[in-house]
T-cell receptor, first 112, second 113 residues
Framework: NAGVTQTPKFRVLKTGQSMTLLCAQD?????MYWYRQDPGMGLRLIHY???????AKGEVPDGYNVSRLKKQNFLLGLESAAPSQTSVYFC???????????FGPGTRLLVL | DQQVKQNSPSLSVQEGRISILNCDYT??????FLWYKKYPAEGPTFLIS?????DKNEDGRFTVFLNKSAKHLSLHIVPSQPGDSAVYFC????????????FGKGTKLSVKP
């Protein structure tokens, strides 16, 4: 039981490049979330999904897209990376009716 | 405007003493509160939570107190240990939500031997 895993752990991008961050969970959770953490800013919700095939915007969705084609996977895409997207990205999951979210180890992204 | 505020960016305490981390919130629709602990280069891990129908919840060395009238909660760690050194995030969940959590900016706790 791996819990929540994230791929890759670290990535360097040039401005304008695209990439996809992968989140996978093996806990059969319906709800999944993508957050970013910046120094002094706490965790801010980017997008979330309450089930396969559904996604919704969070607090800071601009510049990101997401897809939930399978229940266990939640993908975060950057179509054209910008230096402002340099951050640590965390994925989390939970079950409906449960407030406790389980987090992955994070992906550190540097956009030059 | 921040709905969940942790006004102390850092806190330093001596091993064996009590650590008190504070959190204030502004939204009266919040009805569930959580504390997460985060070590460097790791994801946040759930520590303890409290429902708005309670004013105290205890789990071993960790106790969370909720004062609804003041919209304030606190996390007490007694006794503090060097392994407790981490960033602590307060989070809140509104009554009608899809599991969404609103996080504070975090407080970095340092426990000195």
């Amino acid at each position: 039981n791996a819990g929540v895993t994230q791929t890759p752990k670290f990535r360097v991008l040039k401005t304008g490049q695209s990439m996809t961050l992968l989140c996978a969970q093996d806990m059969n959770h319906e709800y999944m979330y993508w957050y970013r953490q910046d120094p002094g800013m706490g965790l801010r919700l980017i997008h979330y999904s309450v089930g396969e095939g559904t996604t919704a915007k969070g607090e800071v969705p601009d510049g990101y897209n997401v897809s939930r084609l399978k229940k266990q996977n939640f993908l975060l895409g950057l179509e054209s990376a910008a230096p402002s997207q340099t951050s640590v990205y965390f994925c989390a999951s939970t079950k409906p009716g449960r407030e406790t979210q389980y987090f992955g180890p994070g992906t550190r992204l540097l956009v030059l | 405007d921040q709905q969940v505020k942790q006004n102390s960016p850092s806190l330093s305490v001596q091993e064996g003493r009590i650590s008190i981390l504070n959190c204030d919130y502004t939204n009266s629709m919040f009805d569930y509160f959580l504390w997460y602990k985060k070590y460097p280069a790791e994801g946040p891990t759930f520590l303890i939570s409290i429902s708005s129908i309670k004013d105290k919840n205890e789990d071993g060395r960790f106790t969370v107190f909720l004062n609804k009238s003041a919209k304030h909660l606190s996390l007490h760690i007694v006794p503090s240990q060097p392994g407790d050194s981490a960033v602590y995030f307060c989070a809140a969940s509104p009554r009608v939500s899809q599991g969404n959590l609103i996080f504070g900016k975090g407080t970095k706790l340092s426990v000195k031997p």
